[in-house]
């Protein structure tokens, strides 16, 4: 049996994939079971922020593999003490709680809003206002906080509380964050929902309504987090500071990671037995994280990252096919004018090039560390595509 009949065999099939099979990488080119090569311009959804097997950070993982690669939450490790500490530091907050990915990541900063609010104003201030289209995980929880009704099938009842507001519509929130609300919940840029940054005057407001009512912001940077827009957080761009920021995806560079960073107002608010998770801040993770902690933080790389957003940017631009391009840094969202984005992501694989889709958009997330020859090369390819 082939390997794609015998993982059909034994895997459910929740999800829609190709017909390859990938067998190993390095640097920014993997390759399949049969040695064809791909340059990626998807970094598995924004995960491999390094690449495929950066030394650094094999090096770290393999050492913490062989020295301890697991230990209940009932003890300390270093390793989890010296990454929360750099992460923390680096992001701007005060504390943070150790998850598994991106939807634990958000359920944990939910249940935080929750009970801060109820710790200071009692019940019935339990709602949380979440965006139309935005993202924020496949658990029950999070399905129900993400703003796109195809989500909302199959699995009712889902979780009551959450009220979703038009992004970029001032006066939808103003409506609705009423004395029920006790968090606003949002990407900066919608991933999933198709490379959709917010305008800067909505952020505005949300903190300035937030401000004045005691409402908790929670930006979810699961997929704009850890230098992907060439800001550490994407919040960096619009000036702002949430109370609760999630990050997952990039953080640790391909292995599985999901933290809730919190600021001075929440820092307390989770006491000993509210929350927890057996494999959260699993030390060979918090090692791969600080590995990419410390490349992210070396000198002049974000700005990197940034020019190298500019560079993509301005090349797509050029391309006639080309409708339109969002995003930041190297988080970018292409508009076709006639193409489907699902049709050049499946030919790219013909022509030896990894992309991304996000609703009706070719979607790039490259790994931060790509080379401008590897863009060149990866952009030839779209670009003979888009012909
Ligand atoms: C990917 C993503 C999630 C979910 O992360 P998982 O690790 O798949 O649980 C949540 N929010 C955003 C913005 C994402 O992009």
Redesign the pocket.
Known sequence: MGTIEQFNKYVMRSYGRYDLVMDKGDGRRAEDENGKEYIDFGSG??TNSLGYCNEDWVNAICEQARKLQHTSNYYYTKVQADFAKALCETAGYIDMFFGN??????ECAIKIARKYSFDKYSKGRHNIITLVN??????LC?LSATGQDVFHNYFFPFVEGFINVEANNIDDLRAKLDDTVCAVMF?YI???GGVCPLDKEFVDEIFRLCDEKDVLTIA?????GVGRTGKFLAGDHFGHKTDLT?L??GLAGGV?I?VCLSGEKCANVLTPGTHGSTFGGNPICCAGGLAVLNKINSEGFLAEVAEKGEYIREKLLKIPEVKSVSGMGLMIGVELKTKSAADVVRAALDKGLLLLTAKTKVRLLPPLTITYEEIDKGLTILEELLR
């Open positions: 959804i924004g990915s991106g939807a634990e990541a958000n935005s993202f924020h995980g496949r658990t999070t990407e919608q991933g999933e979810d940077e699961v997929q704009t999630t997952a995806k599985p999901g």
